[in-house]
């Protein structure tokens, strides 16, 4: 067989980008299947978004991921959106099939492979609470709905951002969705199965940050999730333990966000123990 010195690449475009520790686990996981690809992880500005993306193209790049501000922005240069992606508004991972270039939603679905492997849970027929409104609420809450959740609450503090949440969400998937403005401490509902939060309060550097909820109320069966995974134990996941209720820390949706871009990309499954290995590492855990 001749040589081939060729790399396939991959990057992540954001602004700011340089703490985004997806390269690494991608890097690992290239490596251990010893594929000579790269993950590029670039800054871009929104400014020249248009320019990196012709860059894609030029370079015949494999895929991408998109962070802070350009999951919204970019899809105006692709060729094709999936369903969820376009339900959730908002493109994370970009897959390349031929020349075509085509928008995908891994953060929904890193979430529920979590929820299914890690924690466990079937959520057919599960009552979500989810808190929060914004991009990840609203990737989590679409495949948590396209999975046969019996209902979900959608609890937040803004009922301007809210409101077409609950609508699209309804529209797009017909699950039952309920918007519940969040004032005070919320408590957490008996008949609740699920708790997410999808806010970033607890985010580093923010690390003693609560959500107001009370657990007191909640059923000792409820699994208690969070999206922050810097620090991956929050104070919403110790006080969950302290209750000895399940919990699924933010790393787990990372982790399978990228395993899930990973296939996309490659076609190869990913080797998970070594993708979550490489990001405890980086992230000094
Ligand atoms: P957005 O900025 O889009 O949304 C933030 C949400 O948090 C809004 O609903 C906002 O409410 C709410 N919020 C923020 N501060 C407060 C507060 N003090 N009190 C009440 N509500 C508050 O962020 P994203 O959806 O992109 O990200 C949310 C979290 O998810 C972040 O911590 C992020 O790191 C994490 N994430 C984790 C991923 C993973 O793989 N583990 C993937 C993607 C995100 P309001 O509408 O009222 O302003």
Same mark, same amino acid.
Request: net charge negative; charged share 20%.
């Given at each position: 067989m001749p040589a081939n010195f060729k790399a396939e690449l991959v990057a992540c475009f954001g602004? @700011?980008?340089?703490?985004? @520790?997806t390269g690494v686990m991608q890097e690992a996981a290239f490596r251990a299947l010893g594929l000579n690809w790269r993950y590029l992880t670039v800054e871009v500005a929104p400014a020249d978004l248009r320019a990196a993306m012709r860059g894609v193209r030029a370079f015949g790049m494999q895929g991408l991921n998109l962070t802070i501000p350009h999951k919204v922005a970019v899809m105006q240069h692709l060729d094709e959106v999936s369903p969820d992606a376009a339900m959730i508004g908002a493109v994370n991972t970009v897959r390349r099939d031929g020349a075509r270039l085509i928008g995908e939603n891994t953060d929904g679905k890193g979430f529920l492979r979590g929820v299914r492997q890690d924690a466990g849970v079937d959520p057919r027929g599960k009552r979500a609470v989810i808190l929060g409104a914004g991009g990840a609420a609203r990737a989590i809450a679409t495949e948590l709905a396209l999975a046969g959740v019996s209902e979900i609450v959608v609890v937040n503090r803004s009922a301007a951002r809210a409101e077409p949440m609950v609508r699209d969400l309804i529209a797009g998937t017909g699950a039952r969705v309920k918007f519940q403005e969040w004032r005070g401490i919320y408590e957490v509902p008996e008949d609740a199965d699920l708790l997410v939060n999808a806010t970033s309060i607890g985010l580093y550097p923010d690390v003693d940050a609560m959500p107001p909820?009370?657990?007191?109320?909640? &059923? @000792? &069966?409820l699994l208690v999730a969070d999206a922050v995974f810097n620090p991956p134990e929050t104070r919403l996941l110790a006080a969950a333990r302290a209750r000895r209720l399940k919990v699924l820390d933010g790393l787990s949706m990372l982790v399978y966000q990228g395993v899930i871009g990973f296939e996309l990309w490659t076609g190869q499954k990913a080797p998970e123990g070594v993708m979550k290995a490489a990001l405890r590492e980086a992230l000094s855990l």
């Open positions: 602004q @700011p980008v340089a703490e985004n @520790p909820v009370d657990l007191r109320t909640a &059923s @000792p &069966s």
